[in-house]
């Protein structure tokens, strides 16, 4: 048996600038795309806590670089699921929070964070094994 490429790319693929991304025959596979890539659910569960600043976003994803970050941050904004306030300190504030948009799907995507986390050894274990099959 072949050896096949487990190898996943960590590249964020930018959205379309206009609203090409709307799919009508599927919008599972829309919102799939919305909050589907490797940091914006997880960026979803940590502000289902509350509003969180960027920094503490940063804090609480374990591996994001600050430019994932941002480029997760505008993409949610963007599609309405989270807010960007800019509280007029010195110097400013800027807290993300989720909208109401998002809390129909809060318990799911943190049900399915949680399963992730249990079975992370588990599906560690099953790549193994099949990687090291010959």
């Not at 590249?11 to 890539?37: K, M």
């Not at 994001?64 to 993409?75: G, H």
């Not at 929070?97 to 599906?123: G, M, S, Y």
Request: hydrophobic share 40%; charged share 25%; net charge neutral.
């Amino acid at each position: 048996m072949s050896r096949r490429n487990t190898g996943v790319t960590n590249q964020l693929t930018p959205l379309p600038p206009d609203d090409a991304q709307v799919i009508p025959d599927c919008p599972l596979r829309e919102v799939l795309a919305l909050i589907g890539d490797k940091w914006s659910a997880q960026v979803l569960v940590v502000l289902g806590d509350g509003p969180h600043r960027f920094t503490a976003l940063e804090r609480a994803i374990e591996g994001i670089s600050r430019r994932m970050l941002t480029l997760s941050l505008r993409n949610l904004e963007r599609n309405g699921l989270i807010t960007r306030t800019v509280h007029p300190d010195s110097p400013p504030r800027v807290e993300y929070a989720t909208t109401a948009l998002i809390d129909e799907i809060r318990e799911p995507l943190e049900a399915l964070a949680a399963w992730a986390d249990r079975n992370r050894p588990a599906i560690a274990a099953a790549r193994h094994s099949y990687d090291s099959r010959d």
